[in-house]
DNA sequence: AAGTTAGTCAACCGCGGGCGT
DNA sequence: AACGCCCGCGGTTGACTAACT
């Protein structure tokens, strides 16, 4: 952390809570219930700021926390609701009980990091190519079975930034619409490439005919490449 | 065994929106 | 309408640890 803030009165702690501190959040909120941060640390006997109070509440020291490894179908979910969502990290935690905004946006920035590690080592190995998606889980805990389906760009189908949303809206609906769980393929991960890209599907007739699907629909879909 | 690198987790910061005055 | 306060969100980064050389 570069950046401090500046003009406090009082020094206030930062860094790592230490379980003291943890026990005064757990029993003032126990005491008085998870309201008015800002007037938290002084009741609660804290040098700490009502923000890093509600962070470490939310992040941490709730009860209803699942604690732990991302499941397969929370993974599953967090990459469908990211190619609906976007970075909406609190809208997509609230799709996964027990998980935080923070869990899930850790979660991506890991799996994009092993997507964009794994893509530019498939481009350097050419006996990866054949199966750049399931070779790109055996690194990490996490094992992958979906193909990433990325909805085409929402931005581009929309005059101005204005309509981001009602076009994530929009795709929301025409997915739901569309029953995404047919085109979730599951086993191997032949490819069909085409004009640089890759469409993930069982065959290219299934590429193909899922695509002429969202086509039909009026989405834009881009089959992509991880 | 020691040093380095990479991955993960936890926390901080700035910004924007809601609300009351 | 303007202002200030508070809360919540998303981006970023420090701390820690495991894996690797």
């Known amino acids: 952390m570069s950046k401090r803030p500046g003009g406090t009165k009082k020094r206030l702690k930062r860094g790592l809570w230490s379980p003291e501190e943890d026990e005064k959040l757990m029993n003032h909120i126990a005491k008085y219930g998870n309201g ?26 709730r009860p209803d926390l699942k604690r732990g490894a991302f499941s397969q179908e929370e ?41 964009l590690c794994c893509n530019n080592n498939n481009k350097n190995n ?28 929402i931005s581009s189908c929309t005059e101005d930034g ?8 929009h795709y929301g609906a025409a997915l739901d619409e569309l029953k995404w769980s047919d085109y979730v393929f599951d086993g191997g991960y032949p490819q069909y490439h085409q004009q640089g890209q890759c ?13 002429a699907q969202f086509d039909a629909h009026g989405l834009g879909i881009n089959w992509c490449l991880n």
């Open 162 to 169: 204005a309509g981001a949303g009602a076009a994530a809206d």
């Open 126 to 153: 050419p006996s990866n190519s054949g199966s750049g998606f399931e070779s790109s889980t055996t690194q990490s805990s996490s094992n992958h079975h979906l193909p990433w389906l990325e909805l085409g760009s």
């Open 36 to 61: 008015c941060w800002s007037s938290v640390p002084k009741i609660a006997g804290l040098e700490r700021c009502g923000k890093s109070c509600r962070l470490r509440w939310i992040n941490y020291l």
């Open 75 to 115: 993974e599953d979910l967090i990459i469908h609701l990211h190619s609906i969502l976007g970075n909406k990290w609190s809208q997509i935690a609230a799709q996964l009980p027990g998980r935080t905004d923070n869990e899930v946006k850790n979660f991506w920035n890991s799996f994009i990091t092993d997507e």
């Open 199 to 211: 469409i993930y599907g069982d065959s290219k007739a299934a590429a193909d005919a899922a695509t």
